[in-house]
T-cell receptor, first 113, second 116 residues
């Protein structure tokens, strides 16, 4: 799985959009970009994933650059409950190893009132 | 969405005893489950891949005789920490793949083990 680089932490204001960057310059053509988040003392929660097109769901939007070397997760209106560690992971969606996910350090996001 | 449940959510045990943690996929079948360990302020570290009906595959550095994994059915995997010591105190998290639908991975709520 390709390595990802994320800022270790960031603060954002409640009600504002939170833009979380992720660099994955060695991503392969068949690797997807996945985002998970982990609220304190809970298991990771799936947010969104994409291959090359931008994606949006009820939780967030995912913007992937044309060269696919970086992406941005957008939380459109951050709330205090969005405070969590956000993990960006790139991996082949189907693989013989059984879809195991390797977690990096993630970005610790603190939403402030 | 798919639900993965872990039990117990918290357990405290004495040093030298064994502790079993269960991971269940509640509304889907999971031929493969994964066990992670997370120390405070650190990321999740994959310990092993649990395969239904066969032996688990352990990551480098994880002692298979200490962390026994059993995946006897398509909805249940168990992790047993044998002869637990204080350094085994950690947050243990399982995940399961919904192979029949999206193939995505879903995580349990985690189990916090404290060894006294």
């Amino acid at each position: 799985d390709a390595k990802t680089t994320q800022p270790p932490s960031m603060d954002c204001a409640e009600g504002r959009a939170a833009n979380l960057p992720c660099n994955h310059s060695t991503i392969s053509g068949n690797e997807y970009v996945y985002w998970y988040r982990q609220i304190h003392s809970q298991g990771p929660q799936y947010i969104i994933h994409g291959l090359k097109n931008n994606e949006t769901n009820e939780m967030a939007s995912l913007i992937i650059t044309e060269d696919r070397k970086s992406s941005t997760l957008i939380l459109p209106h951050a709330t205090l409950r969005d405070t969590a560690v956000y993990y960006c992971i790139v991996r082949v969606r189907e693989q013989a190893a059984g879809n195991k996910l390797t977690f990096g350090g993630g970005t610790r996001v603190l939403v402030k009132p | 969405g798919a639900v993965v449940s872990q039990h117990p959510s918290r357990v405290i045990c004495k040093s030298g005893t064994s502790v079993k943690i269960e991971c269940r996929s509640l509304d889907f079948q999971a031929t493969t489950m994964f066990w992670y360990r997370q120390f405070p302020k650190q990321s999740l570290m994959l310990m092993a891949t649990s395969n239904e009906g066969s032996k688990a595959t352990y990551e480098q550095g994880v002692e298979k005789d200490k962390f026994l994994i059993n995946h006897a059915s398509l909805t249940l995997s168990t992790l047993t920490v044998t002869s637990a010591h204080p350094e085994d105190s950690s947050f243990y998290i399982c995940s399961a793949r919904d192979a029949q639908n999206t193939g995505e991975l879903f995580f349990g709520e985690g189990s916090r083990l404290t060894v006294l």
